[in-house]
């Protein structure tokens, strides 16, 4: 069933359709096990060192329907057994409807249960029309939830938008109890000061449901894309993070994240 040929009903979840970027049929970095990875087409954001610039732009991509996304994950089901479906872009949630649709489906499947994974920023969620996002998060066993930046100026600077929503959007996975991985890009003279690493570990010492934190070291492997859509690359004399420093910058969100709980009187 294509989006061409199918009167789309948000009643029926299969005949819901979005528009994608492209998909990734043997993801191992974005969820547990092996995963179906639906990249979304369209982000508000314009974050200087996002590697997926050619999923910016909204009204593009290929329309495809939820049943079309189940059904290239069933033919390869097997492979899935330990893994399930993410959905990434882009930004998932500036499309509610499609992924509520593609997720109530997986949860649903005649063949068996999907295990389902939100990698956002959040950017696109508004605490002002929760209800948007209810048939999402209703159907989300993971959230990837991406922390640009822990101050403000410092996050509209980077990424062209405010934080309000990013964080309002972390409390309504902590309220509802959702299992959240936190993401945190590093980006020399960025993100990698001590102040920012601490301030990354006050924000998520509020959320109860964070059940691990991981840094991807900042890397230049997206700067051909820049080039070939003739975008300027704000970060070209910026070098790539050096992965052997991870694991302190880790550790120090980590402490930051263990006081800021303990004066919360939070376990």
């Not at 191992?28 to 314009?46: E, I, S």
């Not at 930004?91 to 997986?106: N, R, S, V």
């Amino acid at each position: 069933m294509s989006c061409s040929d199918t009167h789309m009903d948000l009643n029926d979840p299969l005949t819901v359709c979005g528009r994608v970027h492209s998909i990734e049929t043997f993801g191992t970095v974005d969820g547990p096990g092996t995963r179906l990875v639906v990249f979304t087409q369209g982000c508000p954001m314009r974050c200087a060192y996002c590697h997926n610039p050619d999923t910016w732009q909204f009204g593009i991509g290929t329309e495809k329907s939820v049943k079309e996304i189940l059904a290239t994950f069933n033919r390869n089901r097997a492979f899935y057994r330990n893994g399930g479906i993410t959905a990434t872009g882009g930004e998932p949630l500036a499309q509610p409807e499609f992924i509520g649709a593609l997720f109530e489906a997986a949860h649903n499947d005649p063949q068996g249960r999907i295990h389902t994974c939100l990698d956002s920023s959040g950017i696109a969620y508004n605490p002002e029309t929760p209800e948007k996002f209810e048939r999402v998060l209703d159907n989300t066993d993971l959230v990837l939830l991406d922390i640009k930046h822990s101050d403000p100026k410092g996050h509209l600077s980077l990424c062209e938008v405010g934080s309000e929503r990013p964080l309002a959007f972390g409390d309504e996975l902590n309220r509802r109890g959702i299992k959240v991985l936190i993401r945190h890009v590093v980006v020399p003279g960025i993100t990698d000061s001590p102040e920012e690493l601490a301030g990354v570990g006050r924000i998520i010492a509020h959320w109860d449901n964070v059940i691990g934190l991981d840094l991807l070291p900042y890397h230049v492997m997206g700067v051909k894309k820049y080039e070939e859509l003739g975008i300027p690359y704000k970060l070209a004399d910026t070098p790539a993070m050096d992965g052997k420093k991870i694991p302190e910058l880790r550790k120090q969100i980590l402490i930051a994240r263990a006081l800021e709980r303990k004066k919360l009187g939070k376990q």
